[in-house]
């Protein structure tokens, strides 16, 4: 097989800004986490590619834990409130950020001025679908979950390390089309560990159920 030329980024190019916007983000992640906690609001940030699962998996852990836990949903999305409404079907606060390729600390600052926190079990934020840019913006979430699906092929997770780094639990979606799809689950995960050998990883099979009991317990929810 002939070599593969592999053509890097030009670092002579690469422009410096003055200031850090990650270390902005992350000072406003922080106040917001500091809000979350003062207020025992465990908070869970949930990362995707479109279609993998999130809002799917969202509404059978909210269906499970909405009679226990006051529930309260953020959702990020380019163009629509689909999500927010799926989710709002079972009767629980939602909110709406029509964001661009990611949601923000100073997104998520402004939007929980509007939730009554003292009165909040979970916050749940379903991030806009995406596994590049949502992954060094962080919320200020005691959790970060990154949701990939086998019908995105085999590859998802060793072409998305730094989300994949990022998350404390991974979960893999749609286990049923596995075979169909022709993506080995074990190396798949093995794939996950070489990357974050301390994330969570749960299997899920969203639509129908399976493996949603499991991530609940991870998520801290029982
Ligand atoms: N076969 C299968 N389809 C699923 C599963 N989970 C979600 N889906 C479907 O995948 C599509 C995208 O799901 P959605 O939850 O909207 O994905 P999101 O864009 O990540 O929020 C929908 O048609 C879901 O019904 C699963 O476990 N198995
Ligand atoms: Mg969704």
Known sequence: ??????????????????????????????????????NNVISIDIMGAIGAGKTTILEKIVEKIKDRYNVVMIGGDIATTIDTERINRFGIEVYQINAGCHLDAPLIKKTIKNINLADTDIVL?????NLICPAEYVLGTDMRVCVVSVTEGPYMVMKHPIIIGHSDI??????????????????????????NPRTK????????????????TELGFD
Not at 5 to 23: A, F, L, V, W
């Open 201 to 216: 990883i749960v299997l899920t099979s969203a639509r129908k159920g399976k493996g949603i009991d499991e991530l609940i």
């Open 1 to 38: 097989m002939d070599e593969i030329k592999i053509i890097k980024k030009d670092k002579s190019i690469t422009i410096q800004p003055k200031i850090n916007i990650y270390e902005v983000n992350r000072k406003i992640a922080d106040e917001n986490l500091q809000k979350f906690k003062e």
């Open 125 to 129: 934020v379903e991030n806009v679908g």
């Open 170 to 195: 991974v979960v893999i979606n749609k286990i049923e089309m596995a075979e169909l799809m022709e993506v080995d689950l074990e190396k798949l995960q093995e794939d996950v560990r070489k990357i």
